[in-house]
């Protein structure tokens, strides 16, 4: 893995939001748009456009990712970018870290089939598997305190925000 520096390179972002707060909130967006088919789109977050389609097990072609799919990968990128950063931050070694997520979904409550059918993940599981040689089990309790305090998504899936819909119609 390449070492860098976090501290040196976080140093004047911290300093510029202790500063000034308000530089500190963002906002970032996803743009879903229309394809041929109603069981596809497009997913424009900005800096790349994503294929999303229907799970296999509600119609789709199965080519490309569910929004399932999006959603866990979104958690497995932040808790494993989070955990590799909390660790050099705090000058754990890592030989290896590879985070995997797995969520348990009913698709009758998505297809409507069954009303007592969730619809929506009903378990998530997050599993990290860490080669850290020489690490005492006291600074890996600790990683794994911080790396679960400051990963943005599994923070947000186990506090979630309000979430206000609008609907504009042409």
């Not at 963002?26 to 109603?38: K, M, V």
């Not at 979104?74 to 985070?99: F, N, P, S």
């Not at 997520?101 to 619809?119: F, I, K, M, P």
Request: proline letters at 4%; one cysteine or more; glycine letters at 8%.
């Amino acid at each position: 893995m390449i070492r860098v520096n976090l501290r040196e390179i976080q140093r004047p972002l911290k300093q510029g939001y202790r500063d000034d707060p308000e530089t500190a909130r963002i906002t970032l967006t996803a743009r879903g748009a229309q394809e041929d088919t109603p069981m596809a789109c497009s997913v424009d977050i900005g800096r790349a456009i994503y294929a999303a389609q229907a799970h296999t097990g509600v119609g789709g072609a199965g080519t490309a990712a569910c929004s399932g799919d999006l959603l866990l990968g979104a958690l497995a990128a932040c808790a494993q970018i989070t955990c590799q950063m909390v660790a050099t931050a705090m000058g754990i070694e890592l030989d290896k870290v590879e985070v995997t997520v797995e969520g348990d979904l009913d698709l009758r409550g998505t297809l409507g089939v069954s009303q007592d059918a969730e619809v929506g993940f009903s378990a998530i599981r997050v599993s990290f598997d860490l080669e850290a040689p020489g690490v005492s089990m006291d600074r890996l309790e600790q990683l794994k305190e911080r790396a679960e305090r400051y990963c943005v998504v599994m923070r947000t899936l186990t506090s979630p925000p309000p979430i206000d819909t609008t609907w504009q119609v042409d």
